[in-house]
T-cell receptor, first 115, second 114 residues
Framework: ETGVTQTPRHLVMGMTNKKSLKCEQHLGHNAMYWYKQSAKKPLELMFV???????ENNSVPSRFSPECPNSSHLFLHLHTLQPEDSALYLC??????????????FGPGTRLTVT | AQSVTQLGSHVSVSEGALVLLRCNYS??????LFWYVQYPNQGLQLLLK??????LVKGINGFEAEFKKSETSFHLTKPSAHMSDAAEYFCAVRSSGSARQLTFGSGTQLTVLP
């Protein structure tokens, strides 16, 4: 595998379910990100991890719980979601959060539908 | 503070015609600028980036962009559109200093007409 991978690619869950999204980067990067992409809305940064430490949480509801066990893996644990949480969830990584080069490399995303 | 404005949420061009997607940014310090492309049901793919040096930047798939500091612009162009260029394009800016994240524009959906 190369680049940034995400599993599953598609997920349908009920409002009472618990599920997890997984992201893995094979680029040797030290920073990882979760974004939410909803239809007709700008990309929303949810969480930032730098060297496995969460450094940013952009007022995300507690029903989203991130986990970064090491610099290559990032999870997003989901529970008691709402229909408005249906979106494409994108994972990204970069060399470092605060030093150039700043470009981020994205995974293909998980299309989440909450029923 | 940094911000990005993409003029035109939808752009249509004929196959073979010039593609011009506009991006203006605001940044209090010299910026790093990026263009990303997103095909349906996929993640964002880096097309090109400007860091320092030459203001005309070439990217993948025949795209290029020019950094114009005086106009605070970083417009994306391609001389001849191909059907496979149909996608959504995002401009992004990162300023060194207090801004600690990439800021993305709202995107421009490019349609290529046969």
């Amino acid at each position: 595998e190369t680049g940034v991978t995400q599993t599953p690619r598609h997920l349908v869950m009920g409002m009472t379910n618990k599920k997890s999204l997984k992201c893995e980067q094979h680029l040797g990067h030290n920073a990882m990100y979760w974004y939410k992409q909803s239809a007709k809305k700008p990309l929303e940064l949810m969480f930032v991890y730098s060297l496995e430490e969460r450094v940013e949480n952009n007022s995300v509801p507690s029903r989203f719980s991130p986990e970064c066990p090491n610099s290559s893996h990032l999870f997003l644990h989901l529970h008691t979601l709402q229909p408005e949480d249906s979106a494409l969830y994108l994972c990204a990584s970069s060399h470092a959060r605060d030093y150039p080069p700043y470009e981020q490399y994205f995974g293909p995303g998980t299309r989440l539908t909450v029923t | 503070a940094q911000s990005v404005t993409q003029l035109g949420s939808h752009v249509s061009v004929s196959e073979g015609a010039l593609v011009l997607l506009r991006c203006n940014y605001s940044s209090s310090v010299p910026p790093y600028l990026f263009w990303y492309v997103q095909y349906p049901n996929q993640g964002l793919q880096l097309l090109l980036k400007y860091t320092t040096g030459a203001t005309l930047v070439k990217g993948i798939n025949g795209f290029e962009a020019e950094f114009k500091k005086s106009e605070t612009s970083f417009h994306l162009t391609k001389p001849s559109a191909h059907m496979s260029d149909a996608a959504e394009y995002f401009c992004a800016v990162r300023s060194s200093g207090s801004a600690r994240q990439l800021t993305f524009g709202s995107g421009t959906q490019l349609t290529v007409l046969p």
